[in-house]
């Protein structure tokens, strides 16, 4: 470190070309931070934290990886803690440390919703807001609320595989869960009623810039969004899928003729018939859509619309006496989410959704019985489930 080795590695990196060089200097950088804040301090001033956190844009796996474990070591370090042994953060270190800390957080939070950020290094930065943010880590939950942090990743969760628009980002297919488990951990760090309504405040604000305009564009992203809370704090979700007029606008899009309103209001309603009470509400209101839905020559909508009469037909759980649809309603379900499964021809996204299907269905001792026998529904399952631990961000194996 005194002959300047950092800068040395550095300069390599911004003219190297070979790959397993580059990630050979990113994870030099990473051991000579480790466990020293001295040498991440020193590292965070003469390399820079733009220069650091760009090293995160990149959709090869292996790069981001050592960067994003570059950055970790740094953040440990200074601030003396482990996040996966869950040893807590040194008070009088981070106390030290705090203006490296802040300005690593901040540029961080700042890249979120980033439209030139790469799709990989975008999960990357979310994930290390995640494990950082807590109060037993760095205690910078508060901050990311400030600074509009909250809005940025609502942005990042609005946005949907497969469509575009003027501010597109890119996403993988993980992006909106990692989105949704973060909102999670952030919101539950919220430990006190009035800072939970400050977060509500900045998650309708960012709804209400949405809907400003009558445009589909705005209605779609504020469902996705919705959908990305209700797989995460789901209390916050269901608080957003009671304002006035939302659910209703969800089933006015999914009445329509447009393939994109029908398919992301499919994924809100799926997700929305979460608590009983809203399951009441769509059974009451939006059982009808979803059974024309299922009428649709699009695969991907008609699998979607079956999830969602799949999770309504759950309602009664375990509760024999609790039947939504007719007798034999749901074994005809399970049926046609099988048919979806056990096709070769049917691509892997298809084959999932119909798998989440038959698991709000399997609530049914019934459906339970007859699938633990069919050895080829097994098999898919197991096939599928192989399938998702090789997938690259665009879904393909």
Known sequence: MAEGVHLKIMQLLKSETNHEVELSCIRALGQLCLNSDTRSRQVLRDLGVPWLVELLNSNDGDRVNSAQYLLQVILSALAGMDVKGEKRANADLLRANKRQVDSVMAVLTVTTNSSAMSARGRDAVIELLLKNCPYMALNWTENVLQSGGIQRLMEVASEMDGYRHESSMNITASTRTTVAV??????????????????????????????????????????????????????????MLAKEGILEMMLVMANTDDLLQQRVACEALIAAASK??????????????????????????????????????SLGGTDALVRPFADGS??????????????????????????????????????????????????????????GRHCRPDGAV
């Open 330 to 387: 749901t074994m005809k379900l399970a049926e046609a989410c099988r048919r979806f499964l056990v096709n070769p021809a049917k691509d892997k996204d298809l084959r999932k959704w119909a798998t989440e299907g038959l698991s709000y269905l399997t609530l049914d001792a019934e459906v339970k019985e007859k699938l633990i026998e069919d050895r080829p529904a097994l098999h898919a399952m197991l096939e599928l489930a192989k399938v």
């Open 182 to 239: 973060c909102l999670s951990k952030l919101y539950e760090d919220m430990y006190h009623d009035q800072a939970k309504q400050r977060f509500a405040d900045a998650v309708e604000d960012f709804v209400k810039s949405k809907l400003v305009t009558p445009d589909i564009e705005g209605k779609v992203r504020v469902t996705s969004a919705i959908t990305c809370l209700l797989l995460g704090p789901i209390d916050l979700g269901n608080k």
């Open 276 to 313: 009983k009470d809203k399951c009441k509400s769509i059974l009451t209101q939006g059982v009808d859509i979803l059974k024309r839905l299922y009428q649709s020559k699009n695969d991907s909508i008609r699998v979607r619309a079956l999830v969602g009469l799949c999770k309504v037909g």
